[in-house]
């Protein structure tokens, strides 16, 4: 197939997976509204908004998306993220016995940091293909492919 005609890895990603888990960083980028992280992370947002993909998000990666407004003690900006988080089209998956068991798992497996092990497990738990994060550390599993977005942006 010739250059122009081979999907792109967004594509690629969309293809291949029906269902996927996002890392708190690909929607991080979205606040800088500029350069190719966050053209990628847009179009992986709208291609979830226009239900092309279903996709979720632990709720460490809440945590983590909050914890910047938070810390600069910007109220309104907090509450504005939290609206908006709130009303994309993403499933919020709870920590509840079942990820926290896998959480430890993956943990003790992988030497995984506490986030980051629950990232996967909630994805897991939440029926995920793929996990789409920039962080290098995170490999993947015979359960769920690790997508890169900085392998997107390529």
């Known amino acids: ?4 005609e081979q999907p792109s890895s967004i594509e ?3 293809n291949d997976h029906r269902r996927i888990a996002l890392d708190s960083n690909v929607l991080i980028y979205l606040l800088d509204t500029i350069g190719p992280r966050f053209e990628a992370a847009a179009r992986i947002v709208d291609e979830i908004e226009a239900g092309r993909i279903d996709a979720v998000l632990s709720t460490v990666g809440l945590v983590e998306i909050l914890t910047g407004p938070a810390r600069a003690g910007e109220a309104a900006a907090f509450e504005v993220m939290a609206d908006e988080l709130r009303n994309l089209r993403l499933e919020i998956v709870a920590l509840g016995t079942g990820v ?4 430890a798992w993956v943990r003790g497996r992988g030497g995984l940091d506490l986030g980051d092990a629950i990232h996967l497990a909630s994805a897991r738990a939440a029926g995920a293909t793929a996990f789409v994060t ?5 490999r993947s599993s015979n359960a769920l492919e690790v997508v890169y977005l900085d392998d997107l942006v390529a």
């Open 134 to 138: 920039n962080d290098r550390h995170i």
């Open 100 to 103: 926290a068991e896998d959480a």
């Open 1 to 4: 197939m010739p250059q122009s």
């Open 12 to 14: 690629r990603l969309l």
